[in-house]
């Protein structure tokens, strides 16, 4: 587990990472135009709600992430926020519920592209951009849910060894 865990500090450190988190979050401040397809706005919608999800999820991961920390004059803090395995286990279940609605997302978004050639040309170019932004969202929710669910997986398996419940 302890070699697991580097290898995850080490991607929650990497450009890439961060990269992806600026990106979550500039798309979450983002909301397409309604579209004159209705399947193509409800994929807006739950791409969004995902968004906003692993930004939350984002959050509270940073509030737990050290327990013991410099506050900047060279003294120790410890952390206020302590997680408990409960917290932990919670995140686990939101963060497949998130996989489940990016599998269900990327299945629609072929339907939503489909339905965008069926529109007016005016109608089609907004349609095509809010559908752009689903991809792109829902590819960088993907990945973000896979480094969090491997993160939130080690944290709760350090747990229970320790015993520390």
């Known amino acids: 587990m302890k070699a697991e865990r580097e ?3 080490a991607e929650l450190k990497s450009k890439g990472t961060k ?12 909301t397409p135009k309604q579209t004159a ?4 706005n409800g ?7 995902i ?17 013991i920390t410099d506050n900047g004059d060279g003294e120790i803090d410890v952390t206020t926020h302590k997680a408990k395995l409960t917290d932990y286990v919670g995140l686990a279940a939101n963060l497949a ?3 489940i609605q990016i599998t269900s997302g990327m299945e629609n978004l072929k339907g939503a592209s489909d339905e965008v050639k069926s529109l007016s040309p005016l109608e089609a170019a907004s349609a095509g951009k809010s559908v752009k932004f689903s991809s792109e969202a829902l590819k960088l929710s993907g990945e973000e849910v896979a480094l969090q ?3 939130v997986n080690n944290l709760i398996a350090t747990i229970k060894s320790s015993d520390n419940l």
């Open 7 to 9: 290898q995850l500090q």
């Open 19 to 30: 990269k992806r988190e600026e990106k979550i979050v500039k798309l979450a401040s983002e």
């Open 37 to 40: 397809s209705q399947s193509v």
């Open 43 to 49: 994929l807006v919608e739950m791409s969004k709600g």
């Open 51 to 67: 968004l906003v999800t692993l930004v939350s999820n984002n959050e509270f991961l940073a509030t737990f992430k050290r327990e």
């Open 97 to 99: 519920a998130a996989g």
């Open 149 to 151: 669910l491997k993160l």
